[in-house]
C-alpha cells in the first residue's frame, strides 16, 4: 500500500499549529496579567461566580450536545443493507422537549446574571464601611483621579484602603473610555455627558499589593497604553499617604533640580499644575482643572484648562502618560548623571520625544536640550 502524499506534512502542519495555539493561550498567564479569576474584593468575587456559573452550564451543555452527535455519528452511521431511518418530523413531543429545555437552561443564567447585576449596582452600595470619593477622569490617553474630599489629584494612580467602599464618579470629556480593574472590579464606561458610577471594595488580604487598571473600550490609536495602578493600602498607610499627598510640592534648594524648577515654571506650566507652583494647596479640582459644568468638561478660557498630569507628588509615582513607560524615581537609570540617561530612563525618554513614544497625546513640548532634560528629571524625581 502507497503511504498517501503529504502525509508528513501535514502531520508535522498540525503539530505546528497546535503549539501555536497553546503558545497564544499560554502568553496571557503571566503573573502581571489581569484576571477575573484571582480576585480581591466583593464585587470582583461576585462577578468571578457568575464567570463559573455561565461557563460550568456551558460546558454541560457543550459537552452533552457533543456527546449525543458522536454517539449518533456511530451508532447510527449507515451501513450496507440498512432501511431508511424513520422520520421524527413535527413529533410534538421532541419539539415541546427541545424547546423547553434550552428556556429553561437559559432562564438559570439570566436569574444568576440578574442577582449578580444588583449586588455590584450602584444604589446597592455598602453603608457599614467607611466610604473614600474619588472622581475619574479619562484623558487622551492617561487617567486622572480627584479625591473630592481630601482636595488632592493623582494621574495613573490610585491608592485606596483595603476594607472601605470605593465609590468612584466616572468622567470623560473627549471619547467614550471604560474603567477596568480586573482583580477588583468590572467595567464601567466613562461616557462624555452621562455621569457614570460605581463602587468596589478591597479584602484585607490585598493590603501591599498594586493592581493594573486598563481602558476596556477602544478610545484611538493608543488605547492599549491608556493603564492605570490601584495600590492597596491599610488604613494607617492610607493616611499617610494622604497627608504626604496634601503637601505643596518641595522647592529645590539648588543644583539641577532648582534649575528644572526655573525651566518646568517657564514651559510646563499652561499644561501642568504642582501645588506650590502654579497652583494654590486645597483649593480643588474645580479651579485647578476647569471642571465647573454637571458633565465635568472644561469650560474655561484654554490658557486656564490644565490639560496635562497634576505633577505635585510625581516622584512618587510609578507609572508614565497612561503606562506607556515605567518610571522609578530611585532607579540608578534615572540619575541625572547617567551617561546613558536618554536610552534607559522612561521619564527622559518621555521629555525627549513625547510624540515618538506616544503618537497623537496632547503633551506638545519644545525640544529640549540633554541638559535641559537632565534638570527637568532631577526637579520632577524631587517631587515626592
Known amino acids: 500500500m502507497r503511504t498517501p502524499l503529504f502525509r508528513g506534512t501535514k502531520r508535522w502542519g498540525l503539530l505546528g499549529t497546535c503549539l501555536l495555539l497553546s503558545s497564544i493561550l499560554l502568553s496571557a498567564c503571566g503573573e502581571n496579567s489581569p484576571s477575573i479569576l484571582n480576585t480581591y474584593g466583593p464585587v470582583a468575587h461576585s462577578e468571578s461566580y457568575v464567570f463559573w456559573v455561565i461557563l460550568v452550564i456551558a460546558s454541560i451543555v457543550f459537552v452533552g450536545v457533543e456527546g449525543m452527535l458522536l ?17 421524527n418530523h413535527g413529533n410534538l413531543k421532541i419539539e415541546i422537549i427541545w424547546t423547553i429545555v434550552p428556556m429553561i437552561v437559559l432562564f438559570v443564567v439570566l436569574f444568576f446574571t440578574v442577582q449578580g447585576l444588583l449586588q455590584v449596582a450602584p444604589e446597592n ?53 471604560s474603567f477596568w480593574v480586573p482583580a477588583l472590579t468590572g467595567k464601567t464606561d466613562l461616557i462624555p455627558g452621562h455621569h457614570n458610577q460605581k463602587w468596589f471594595q478591597a479584602d484585607q488580604n490585598a493590603v501591599g499589593k498594586t493592581f ?22 491599610d488604613n494607617n498607610q492610607f493616611q499617610t499617604w494622604i497627608s504626604t ?10 543644583g539641577l533640580a532648582a534649575q528644572g524648577a526655573t525651566l518646568f515654571a517657564s514651559q510646563c506650566t499652561s499644561c501642568h499644575g504642582i501645588v506650590g507652583v502654579d497652583l494654590k494647596p486645597n483649593q480643588g479640582q474645580q479651579n485647578q482643572y476647569g471642571y465647573n459644568d454637571p458633565e465635568k468638561t472644561c469650560d474655561l478660557p484654554n490658557s486656564s484648562c490644565l490639560i496635562g498630569p497634576n505633577l505635585t507628588h510625581f516622584g512618587s509615582r510609578h507609572l508614565i502618560a497612561g503606562g506607556v513607560l515605567a518610571y522609578d524615581a530611585n532607579s540608578p537609570a534615572c540619575n541625572p548623571d547617567n551617561p546613558n540617561l536618554l536610552k534607559e530612563c522612561g521619564l527622559a525618554q518621555w521629555l525627549n520625544d513625547p510624540q515618538g513614544v506616544k503618537p497623537g497625546n496632547d503633551m506638545a513640548i519644545n525640544q529640549l536640550t540633554p541638559d535641559q532634560i537632565k534638570e527637568l528629571v532631577a526637579y520632577l524625581e524631587s517631587l515626592k
Not at 454517539?71 to 422520520?87: A, V, W
Not at 484602603?161 to 467614550?176: C, E, F, K
Not at 493594573?212 to 493600602?233: K, P
Open 245 to 254: 499627598q496634601q503637601q505643596a510640592a518641595a522647592t529645590p534648594a539648588g
Open 212 to 233: 493594573l487598571g486598563i481602558c476596556a473600550e477602544y478610545c484611538g490609536t493608543q488605547h492599549g497604553n491608556m493603564r492605570f495602578e490601584v495600590v492597596v493600602d
Open 71 to 87: 454517539y449518533s455519528i456511530f451508532k447510527f452511521r449507515e451501513r450496507p443493507g440498512m432501511p431508511h431511518p424513520r422520520q
Open 125 to 177: 452600595q455598602p453603608t457599614d464601611k467607611p466610604v473614600i470619593n474619588v472622581e475619574a477622569y479619562g484623558h487622551q490617553w492617561w487617567w486622572e483621579f480627584y479625591y473630592p474630599d481630601y482636595k488632592i489629584t493623582t494621574a495613573d494612580s490610585l491608592h485606596i484602603p483595603a476594607g472601605s467602599t470605593i465609590h468612584v464618579d466616572l468622567y470623560s470629556n473627549n471619547v467614550i473610555h
